[in-house]
């Protein structure tokens, strides 16, 4: 087995500030997700990551940038936080061939 | 573009009644079809998944079936328990590129089984 871990659990930002959050998996998987889950909206993909150093576009990724430094990791950049912005950032990996995708616990995110 | 419809926002079920949950969904490509679960606190975990060669899927007790004449698919309970309160979430898997794979997810149906 193995785990999706993503930091920080909670996130607290003022509004233009940019906020970066990390999330590891050790599954060995090649391709690692970031949604983005607002109450009411369901999960809406931001960026994803096929290989190490890999960087795709998902419906929502205006106003983010992704590294993928190393397989294992990859990290969301919020470039400039929205004031009254609150919404769970789930990471996910998945390996090729398979369908299912592994989502970490998520980090909450509140922009005062 | 693929898209899916999930229409419940809540349920609210007392223990042993039975669940319904229904997902219609729209894809030119022959579509791969999951449930996943969503507990407090946590990230969405994978309960089922069907696929159309086998229309139908069996885990912990719930139960997805496919129907492609009306391009829905629907997880179904006979007899909820407290512990099954959670968010359930269709989704729909398309096959982008290479190794894209993407997920259409539905807005989700938070259940709730009062004891």
């Known amino acids: 087995g193995g785990i999706i871990t993503q930091t920080p659990k909670f996130l607290i930002g003022q509004e233009g500030q940019k906020l970066t959050l990390k999330c590891q998996q050790n599954?060995?998987?090649?391709?690692m997700y970031w949604y983005r889950q607002d109450s009411g909206k369901g999960l809406r993909l931001i960026y994803y990551?096929?290989?190490?150093?890999?960087?795709q576009k998902g419906d929502l990724s205006e106003g983010y940038d992704a590294s993928r430094e190393k397989k294992s990791s990859f990290s969301l950049t919020v470039t400039s936080a929205q004031k009254n912005e609150m919404a769970v950032f789930l990471c996910?990996?998945?390996?090729?061939?398979?369908?299912?995708?592994?989502f970490g616990p998520g980090t909450r995110l509140l922009v005062l | 573009g693929d898209s899916v419809t999930q229409k419940q926002g809540q349920v609210t079920l007392s223990e042993d009644d039975f669940l319904f949950i229904n997902c219609t969904y729209s894809t030119t490509t022959y579509p791969t079809l999951l449930w996943y679960v969503q507990y407090p606190g946590q990230g969405p975990q994978l309960l089922l998944k069907v696929t159309t060669a086998n229309n139908k899927g069996i885990s912990r007790g719930f139960e997805a079936t496919y129907d492609k004449g009306t391009t829905s698919f629907h997880l179904q309970k006979a007899s909820v328990q407290e512990s099954d309160s959670a968010v359930y979430f269709c989704a729909l898997v398309a096959m982008t590129n290479s190794a894209g794979n993407k997920l259409t997810f539905g807005i989700g149906t938070r259940v709730l089984v009062r004891p």
């Open positions: 599954f060995n998987h090649d391709t």
């Open positions: 990551s096929i290989t190490e150093n890999d960087l």
């Open positions: 996910a990996s998945r390996t090729g061939g398979q369908d299912t995708q592994y």
